[in-house]
């Protein structure tokens, strides 16, 4: 999650009081990522079965690499 979508969801958070290494609690309302996730490849799974292809699998090497070059 960036910084702008960090803030967005927790508008009570001051960020000149941020410091490296503080914890910020997301409010209970916003959306997991992981979750999201986790039905994405939930569904793909299903189609990839209708069509007799094996599932994905979770990689969490390329994972990262995914979500690093998101962030450019």
């Known amino acids: ?5 960090l803030m967005r969801l ?5 960020p ?10 997301l409010r209970a ?10 039905q994405v490849v939930q569904l ?6 209708k069509a007799g292809l094996s599932p994905l699998k979770h990689r969490a090497d390329i994972k990262a690499v995914s979500e690093k070059k998101l962030k450019i």
């Open 1 to 5: 999650m960036d910084y702008r979508e």
């Open 16 to 25: 000149t009081n941020m410091q490296i290494g503080s914890v910020i609690r």
């Open 44 to 49: 793909v799974n299903q189609e990839r079965a």
């Open 10 to 14: 927790n508008p009570d958070v001051v």
């Open 29 to 38: 309302t916003a959306p997991s990522p992981a979750t999201f996730e986790e």
